[in-house]
């Protein structure tokens, strides 16, 4: 914990980025965070897209520097560039989609060799409204996400459900791993920007 008076930076800005496979609704999430509306049929995404939206986490603000990358297989080794130095991946299935569930694996993997080793993942079962056409259990979400040290959460970007909570609590989880010494705000590839220096009157990143 600072002293008071002591001057710190306070970090400003987290790096996140969407993966999983194409029609998921990573965009559908991403405009549902950032503009509080749903758009039926989005085009698909090329290459990546960049977005942004600033939170309050315990009176902070924190700028939330989100790229949503193309889930086609095409672009799949050109976005690996834009793991490095996330702070934060949030990685979405469809849960009326088997096979996007069979692939989140995967996509971890990509994640877990580009990324910095202190990302902070959560694996959200998207088009949870959609419950009738589930394939995918909760059950079996939160397993693997247990397996894997993950976050997770089923969401719905039409409804708002989960969204906002699911970004937050990254945001959130990011503070707490800076405020324990997980995460040096200075490192290079920490997927965090600093403010100007201020004075601390208590404590970490979130105090």
């Not at 008071?4 to 965009?27: C, H, L, M, N």
């Not at 997770?152 to 970007?157: C, G, Q, T």
């Not at 997927?191 to 208590?202: F, I, M, N, T």
Request: contains cysteine; negative net charge.
């Amino acid at each position: 914990m600072e002293r008071p008076g002591r001057e710190v930076s306070w970090p400003q800005a987290f790096k996140y980025i969407t993966i999983g496979d194409a029609g998921v609704g990573k965009s559908s999430l991403l405009l549902q965070f950032t503009d509080q509306r749903f758009q039926p049929e989005l085009n698909p995404t090329i290459g990546c897209d960049f977005s942004m939206r600033i939170v309050n986490i315990d009176g902070k603000p924190i700028k939330l520097q989100i790229w949503d990358t193309a889930g086609l297989e095409l672009f799949r080794s050109f976005n690996k560039s834009f793991y490095r130095s996330a702070a934060v991946a949030i990685l979405v299935c469809d849960i009326t989609r088997r096979e996007t569930f069979d692939h989140v694996a995967g996509w971890l993997d990509d994640a877990v060799e580009a990324a910095p080793a202190n990302l902070t993942t959560i694996l959200i079962g998207n088009k949870c409204d959609l419950d009738s056409r589930r394939t995918v259990s909760y059950e079996e979400g939160e397993n693997f996400a247990k397996a894997h040290g993950l976050f997770f959460m089923e969401s719905s970007a039409k409804t708002a459900q989960n969204v906002e909570e699911a970004f937050t609590m990254a945001a959130r989880t990011v503070c707490k791993k800076i405020e324990d010494g997980v995460l040096d705000p200075s490192a290079k590839f920490a997927g965090l920007k600093l403010l100007a220096p201020e004075v601390s009157r208590g404590g970490g990143c979130c105090s």
